[in-house]
């Protein structure tokens, strides 16, 4: 009895280390074990590389929040009037079919149901069928209109998520590949001769 006790103790005791190791192990700082992790994967980053890595999310997160805002945290305030300008196009383009859909739409209803509505003015230029074909133009093009604005409104948020992911791009004059005019007098007997040029182009390539 004195040996199953004494065993009893020692298991309760080796399971209570392994709990508080495990608990000591679950309480370490998340931004601990990831730098640990970066540490491991021998890729060091300090925090100006990471903020500019996450700079296209936000920009995406903030164009799908409010079309335009990505644009200006990446400081492409020109952008804006285009964004909404386009959304503005669009939303007319909308109006305008949705307003004759319903003109035509109510014409063709007065003609099946009740012809003395009918607008007299278009009797000889339209017949049932044309005012028919007319008003599903004007619904397909409403249609397509509000599948631009959807297509629009994804191509802000990828062109703030671009802009901020080409935000360390190198767009200065130092690039690999270098093209310059040439001016290049002709060589005419192993002399230099100012009445003949060649203009061409000097293709630098730097590696």
Not at 42 to 56: F, N
Not at 64 to 75: F, V
Not at 143 to 171: M, N, P
Not at 179 to 195: E, K, R
Request: net charge positive; proline share 4%; glycine share 6%.
């Amino acid at each position: 009895m004195t040996h199953k006790l004494l065993s009893l103790i020692v298991f309760l005791c080796l399971l209570t280390q392994i709990k508080a190791y495990s608990q000591n192990s679950d309480t370490i700082p998340k931004k601990k074990r990831a730098k640990q992790e970066v540490a491991l994967n021998g890729v060091v980053k300090d925090s100006a590389r990471l903020a500019i890595e996450a700079m296209p999310g936000i920009a995406a997160r903030r164009s799908a929040m409010l079309p335009g805002l990505g644009q200006i945290y990446n400081k492409r305030w020109w952008k804006v009037p285009l964004v909404y300008g386009g959304f503005v196009g669009i939303g007319l383009v909308y109006e305008f079919n949705q307003r004759q859909y319903k003109i035509f739409l109510t014409e063709a209803q007065y003609r099946q149901e009740d012809p003395s509505k009918a607008n007299p003015a278009w009797k000889g230029v339209y017949t049932d069928e044309g005012i028919i074909g007319v008003k599903d133009d004007y619904r397909r093009t409403r249609d397509l209109s509000i599948l631009a604005g959807v297509a629009f409104y994804a191509i802000q948020i990828i062109d703030a998520y671009i802009d901020a992911k080409f935000f360390r791009f190198d767009v200065s004059n130092d690039l690999s590949i270098q093209v310059d005019p040439l001016i290049q007098p002709a060589q005419i007997y192993n002399a230099a001769s100012p009445a003949a040029t060649t203009i061409g182009f000097k293709v630098k390539l730097s590696l």
